[in-house]
Each structure stands twice: as structure tokens, then as C-alpha cells.
């Protein structure tokens, strides 16, 4: 078992919600700043949402206003909540640390159909 874990993931109409779950099984993950990364075929992964030790956040300009990116530390868990989803918004998803130190996960799929 990898220490990342994604799960969430689906298949949602444009519009529609989905949020991203990822269990982090590193210590101390509360020092981490964490991202979640989207990779679509041929494509390398693209960071789409940060979210610092410090708790601020950054986003890309495609998401921004529509994702939101949380933590909670106690549980070493990473969140992304997707509103408003568009068929550019699909790719596989992945969490990991910012830089990326660790190994990758599997990612979950997120599908927005059109």
C-alpha cells in the first residue's frame, strides 16, 4: 500500500459536483503543503490546487472560483470539492505533496460528460 490515497472520483454531467478525497499516510502531514494534480492521456500532470501548512490556497486559472481545496490534519486527510464541472475538468486526479516527494497514487477518474 502507497502512502496517497485517492478516491472520489466519477462519472458527473456538466454542472454537476463531485469532492476528491485523498488519505495521506505521511507523518508530519500538517508540515506538507498539498496539491492535487489532474494528468489527462498524453499529458503530463498539472497542478490544479494547492493548499500550504499555513492553510492559504492556489488555484488554476481554470478552477479558480469553481474547486476548493481543504485538509484536515488530525485525520491526514486532503479534499477537493468541484462545483460547476465541465468537460475540460476531466482527467485522473491525484494528491500529493508540493513539491511531489512522494510516490504516486493510483488517482481516481473524474469524467464530466457533455
Known amino acids: 500500500q502507497g502512502k496517497l490515497m485517492e478516491s472520489g472520483g466519477g462519472l458527473v454531467q456538466v454542472g454537476g459536483s463531485l469532492t476528491l478525497s485523498c488519505t495521506a499516510s505521511?507523518?508530519?502531514?500538517?508540515?506538507?503543503?498539498m496539491g492535487w494534480f489532474r494528468q489527462t492521456p498524453g499529458n503530463q500532470r498539472e497542478l490544479v490546487a494547492s493548499?500550504?501548512?499555513?492553510?492559504?490556497?492556489s488555484y488554476n486559472e481554470g478552477v479558480e472560483g469553481r474547486f476548493t481545496i481543504s485538509r484536515d490534519n488530525a485525520q491526514k486527510l486532503l479534499f477537493l470539492r468541484m462545483n460547476s464541472l465541465k468537460p475540460e475538468d476531466s482527467g485522473r486526479y491525484f494528491c500529493?505533496?508540493?513539491?511531489?516527494?512522494?510516490?504516486w497514487g493510483q488517482g481516481t477518474q473524474v469524467t464530466v460528460s457533455s
Open positions: 505521511v507523518q508530519p502531514f500538517n508540515f506538507y503543503d
Open positions: 500529493n505533496s508540493v513539491p511531489d516527494d512522494f510516490p
Open positions: 493548499i500550504k501548512s499555513g492553510l492559504s490556497t
